[in-house]
Structures are given as structure tokens and as C-alpha cells.
């Protein structure tokens, strides 16, 4: 079956960077897009960007343009996301999924806190 | 960027009884592009409906989503107890992807 299994909790202080995972399986990897997308509390969920595993191509919401880089490893069947440059504001939860006309597979979530 | 408006915010409800969801775009998702989620507290958001009208695998025929453009639905025909939770549509039509602000079914 596919699942997508996400690295776990991070506590970052303001200023650092944190790299999250997302190891898929249950499918080609290199098939579906993967995209990243978090979702702070009492916020709506927000879309980051997302990559072609086949080719390494990626994109990337505005909000994160220059701070965000989203890679894979095709042969561990695992996408990266890391953000740099940290405020409180990135303190969310932090999901992959996979696309295909809607997200219906998901990871189980990393949680990022930055605090001081 | 297409922005989404769910309403109601909450929608408070009996078991058995019948919910509309409404997702409203700022722009014309001319390719229905349009999903619909459903997400309880800890979890991971679930994929109900795809492209405005497609069940997802696994989910039951109680779900339905219509509409077209600009206007889309959620029907719950009967709620069952775990359907009680937040329910919010996306738009995958253009990037950026946005999502609504969700609408809140909870017990009456």
C-alpha cells in the first residue's frame, strides 16, 4: 500500500534551518509529484511547493521563494524539504502529499516548533 | 491567487441528518479542479472528492460534491458519528494551490 512516512518533530531557534523527509513507498516514486504544505494552528492549510522526483524540478510558493529548497533521492525513494532562516511564523505542522488531481496520499505530519 | 470561501463556518448537526458545504472561488476553476478533505484533531487531512465531483477510494456514497466555476458543494447525505470534524476544499486549477478556511461540522 502507498505510504508516505515524514521524519519527526523538530525544535528549531529563531534564525536556523530545518530539513524535514518523506520516505515514500507502495508506488513508483518517480511517478507523482510530491508537494510539501504546513499548517499552523487555527490556520488554513498553506501549499510550499513541490517537486518532480522524476527530473528534480521543483516550485515554490512566494511566501517561501529563496528560503525553501525542495530536493529527492530517487533511490532511497525520499523527498527533502528545507527551510532556512526561521521566525516563529514557520512554527506549523509540516505534511507532504503525494498529487495526482488532489492529494490522496499524506504523510503523518512533522511537527516544526522555533522558539527561543 | 484564487481565493476560497467555505461557509457555513460551523455547521452544528444530529447524527442522520443531512450536510451542505459550500466552497465558493474568487475565479472560475474552469477545469473543476476542486478538492474537498475532511480532518480530525492530530491527523493528517483525508481526500474525500476530486475534481469536483470523483469519490476518492475507499469513501462511502454518503459524500457527494457538485457544482462548477466558481460554485462548489459538499453533501453529507446522513452523518454518520466520525464525520463530525473539519471539512475544506482546494483548488489545484493554478498554482499557488490554496485551500478554504475549513467548515466545522459538530454536534448539535
Known amino acids: 500500500q502507498v505510504q508516505l512516512v515524514q521524519s519527526g518533530a523538530e525544535m528549531k531557534k529563531p534564525g536556523a534551518s530545518v530539513r524535514l523527509s518523506c520516505r515514500a513507498s507502495?508506488?513508483?516514486?518517480?511517478?507523482?509529484?510530491i508537494h510539501w504544505l504546513r499548517q499552523a494552528p487555527g490556520q488554513r492549510l498553506e501549499w510550499m511547493g513541490w517537486i518532480n522526483p522524476d527530473d528534480g524540478e521543483s516550485k515554490y510558493s512566494e511566501s517561501v521563494q529563496g528560503r525553501m529548497t525542495i530536493t529527492r533521492d530517487t533511490s532511497a525513494t525520499t523527498s527533502y524539504m528545507e527551510l532556512r532562516s526561521l521566525t516563529s511564523d514557520d512554527s506549523a505542522m509540516y505534511f507532504c502529499?503525494?498529487?495526482?488531481?488532489?492529494?490522496?496520499?499524506w504523510g503523518q505530519g512533522s511537527q516544526v516548533t522555533v522558539s527561543s | 491567487e484564487i481565493v476560497l470561501t467555505q461557509s457555513p463556518d460551523t455547521l452544528s448537526l444530529s447524527p442522520g441528518e443531512r450536510a451542505t458545504l459550500s466552497c465558493r472561488a474568487s475565479?472560475?476553476?474552469?477545469?473543476?479542479?476542486l478538492a474537498w478533505y475532511l480532518q480530525k484533531p492530530g491527523q493528517a487531512p483525508r481526500l474525500l472528492i476530486y475534481g469536483s465531483s470523483n469519490r476518492a477510494t475507499g469513501i462511502p456514497d454518503r459524500f457527494s460534491g457538485s457544482g462548477s466555476g466558481t460554485d462548489f458543494t459538499l453533501t453529507i447525505s446522513r452523518l454518520e458519528p466520525e464525520d463530525f470534524a473539519v471539512y475544506f476544499c482546494?483548488?489545484?486549477?493554478?498554482?499557488?494551490?490554496?485551500f478554504g478556511g475549513g467548515t466545522k461540522v459538530d454536534i448539535k
Open positions: 502529499a503525494r498529487a495526482s488531481g488532489g492529494y490522496h496520499y
Open positions: 482546494q483548488q489545484y486549477y493554478k498554482l499557488p494551490l490554496t
Open positions: 507502495g508506488y513508483t516514486f518517480t511517478t507523482y509529484a
Open positions: 475565479q472560475s476553476l474552469s477545469t473543476n479542479y
